[in-house]
């Protein structure tokens, strides 16, 4: 299982990004497919998580701004970002909890999975 993200790049502060994350391989079923942020010397932190089930949690600091969606048949996932913050700055990285099935096994198993970051700048 692979998780391809894009989107990133420069932006003012006030304008919008859309982050784009496509999961591919041999997936029968994903969890959560969920959005990270990095910034150098601190921890990763959530930004926003959309469940199978369709609940949505984001951090309190993109609430209303932020929109976490996905498009089940391309299992892609879409992270619209909307007044951006120079404070928003930071590595975002993609994350999934897939289930596969395994050759020989009669139950699926779970695991996490991580994309490659992708950088948002906003400028002040």
């Known amino acids: 299982v692979q998780l391809q993200a894009s989107g990133g790049g420069t932006v003012e502060a006030g304008g919008s990004l859309r982050l784009s994350c496509a999961a591919s391989?041999?997936?029968?079923?994903?969890?959560?497919m969920s959005w990270y942020r990095q910034v150098t010397g601190k921890q990763r932190e959530l930004v926003a998580r959309?469940?199978?089930?369709?609940?949505?949690a984001y951090d309190g600091s993109v609430k209303g701004r932020f929109s976490i969606s996905v498009d089940n048949p391309s299992n892609t996932a879409y992270l619209q970002m909307e007044k951006l913050k120079h404070e928003d700055t930071a590595t975002y990285y993609c994350?999934?909890?897939?289930?596969?099935?395994?050759?020989?096994?009669?139950?699926?198993?779970?695991?996490?999975?991580w994309g490659r970051g992708t950088q948002v700048t906003v400028s002040s």
């Open positions: 959309l469940t199978r089930g369709g609940e949505t």
């Open positions: 391989g041999r997936i029968l079923t994903i969890l959560h």
């Open positions: 994350n999934a909890e897939v289930g596969t099935m395994d050759y020989g096994s009669s139950r699926p198993s779970f695991k996490d999975y």
